[in-house]
T-cell receptor, first 112, second 114 residues
Framework: DGGITQSPKYLFRKEGQNVTLSCEQNLNHDAMYWYRQDPGQGLRLIYYSQIVNDFQKGDIAEGYSVSREKKESFPLTVTSAQKNPTAFYLC???????????FGPGTRLLVL | KQEVTQIPAALSVPEGENLVLNCSFTDSAIYNLQWFRQDPGKGLTSLLLIQSSQREQTSGRLNASLDKSSGRSTLYIAASQPGDSATYLCAVVAFSGNTGKLIFGQGTTLQVKP
């Protein structure tokens, strides 16, 4: 099956803890993206990566970090500096040079 | 700065009704425009993509139009069904280097009553 997978589906974070959300794709896409969605709002871009070992900040990068060591993987770390992490996190990928993005099923992050 | 707005935020209609969802954007320099469907707690499913040079796209009971000069797009759903109940998101693509960045509206939550 080709597609994008995100894990876990639900994630709980304790005060002061860093947590990492997984995103994997087997579509051979060059570009990958992380979005945050809050209730009643559209998606906001956190980070994106056009190619392995390169990534750029999006509109709301503060309190988050990413890595892109492999083409198929783009994990997102929510650090303790992110004071309001409760949200639905969506990962997407796209072929290089195209606007169409394909989305994973999402991870819901909750704070204990 | 590109901004995307969707009106209304929520819509409730009886089954069988034809309906229109609206999307407006402030900068006409877009690469393309996409309409997505999102079911509660799920990811996004792409419904229709309109290239900037196109005026409309159709898929089954769905028809999306694009008017770049006025900064508007509409999603027309014919003969609505309860299974159409979901949130519909509009997004425009603007390119930064080689990367297309999607800028989303807030979405319209549709409820189709049996």
């Amino acid at each position: 099956d080709g597609g994008i997978t995100q894990s876990p589906k639900y994630l709980f974070r304790k005060e002061g803890q860093n947590v990492t959300l997984s995103c994997e794709q087997n579509l051979n896409h060059d570009a990958m993206y992380w979005y945050r969605q809050d209730p009643g709002q559209g998606l906001r871009l956190i980070y994106y990566s056009q190619i392995v070992n390169d990534f750029q900040k999006g509109d709301i990068a503060e309190g988050y970090s990413v890595s892109r060591e492999k083409k198929e993987s783009f994990p997102l770390t929510v650090t303790s500096a992110q004071k309001n992490p409760t949200a639905f996190y969506l990962c997407a990928s796209s072929p290089q040079g195209q606007g169409t993005q394909y989305f994973g099923p999402g991870t819901r992050l909750l704070v204990l | 700065k590109q901004e995307v707005t969707q009106i209304p935020a929520a819509l409730s209609v009886p089954e069988g009704e034809n309906l229109v969802l609206n999307c407006s954007f402030t900068d006409s320099a877009i690469y393309n425009l996409q309409w997505f469907r999102q079911d509660p707690g799920k990811g996004l499913t792409s419904l229709l993509l309109i290239q900037s040079s196109q005026r409309e796209q159709t898929s089954g009971r769905l028809n999306a139009s694009l008017d770049k000069s006025s900064g508007r797009s509409t999603l027309y759903i014919a003969a609505s069904q309860p299974g159409d109940s979901a949130t519909y998101l509009c997004a425009v693509v603007a390119f930064s280097g080689n990367t297309g960045k999607l800028i989303f509206g807030q979405g319209t939550t549709l409820q189709v009553k049996p």
